[in-house]
């Protein structure tokens, strides 16, 4: 099974990929998460795609997609594959019609008024990627999976959260109406439920739609 999380930023598509990719064994690729872990070890691609993490911009197309086309082809995409972030433009998600066949896109619509709070609140673990939110935290400071230390993600503030907003009204909420055309959409509602409410509703669509 073939997925990609689509949903703006904070809408859940990172705490959602994680039991997604557990329960049905396929592999969670985040272009964000690649990003970091570049800006982190100092690469070349680090290095470019530092200036518009730090702005929340996109990082350009040709970039990323050369990114995506290569990580697809690592043995442990052949068995599915749920891209996280990617694609976030009409040119990106051509490009992907390119080089891979998508099955389904979980889309997580949200109140944008929930996602300030989430995102600015967000804590994720430096280890295993798993995210948090300090409000369920009760002050610990250490992820509750793998022990690993946690950390506020740097655009993670109300500046940086308002500039990927618009970025995502202008740029990737267009793709919802691309991915209805194809008739590959699956669209759920990000509430202040738990995330595990979600997680019930999205696999019975996918326990469903996989058989
Ligand atoms: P990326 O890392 O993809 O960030 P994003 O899209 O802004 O989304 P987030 O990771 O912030 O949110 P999420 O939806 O994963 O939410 P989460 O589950 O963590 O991209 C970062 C940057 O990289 C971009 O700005 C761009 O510069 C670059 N980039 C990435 N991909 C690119 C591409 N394709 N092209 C070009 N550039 C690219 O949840 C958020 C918080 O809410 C957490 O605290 C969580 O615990 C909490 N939460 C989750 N669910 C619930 C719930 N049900 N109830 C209460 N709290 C919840
Ligand atoms: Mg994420």
Request: glycine share 10%.
């Amino acid at each position: 099974m073939n997925l990609i999380l689509l949903g703006a930023p904070g809408a859940g598509k990172g705490t959602q990929a994680t039991k997604i990719s557990d329960r049905y064994g396929i592999v969670h690729i985040s272009t964000g998460d690649i990003f970091r872990a570049n800006i982190k070890n100092a690469t070349e691609i680090g290095l470019l795609a530092k200036s518009y993490l730090d702005r929340g911009a996109l990082v350009p197309d040709e970039v990323t997609i050369a990114i995506v086309k290569d990580r697809l082809t690592w043995d442990d995409a052949a068995k599915g594959f749920l891209l996280d972030g990617f694609p976030r433009n009409l040119a990106q998600a051509e490009a992907l019609d390119g080089f891979a066949k998508i099955d389904g896109v979980v889309n997580i619509n949200i109140d944008h008024a929930l996602l300030l709070d989430r995102i600015c609140g967000r804590r994720v673990c430096k280890e295993c990627g798993e995210s948090y939110h300090v409000s369920t935290l009760g002050g610990a400071t250490v992820c509750s999976r793998c022990g690993g230390e946690l950390y506020r993600r740097k655009d993670d503030n109300p500046e940086t959260v308002a500039s990927r907003l618009a970025v995502y009204n202008e740029q990737t909420a267009p793709l919802i109406d691309y991915y209805t055309k194809k008739g590959v959409i699956l669209n759920f509602t990000g509430t202040e439920a738990p995330a595990e409410v979600l997680f019930d509703e999205i696999k019975t669509a996918l326990d469903a739609f996989n058989k």
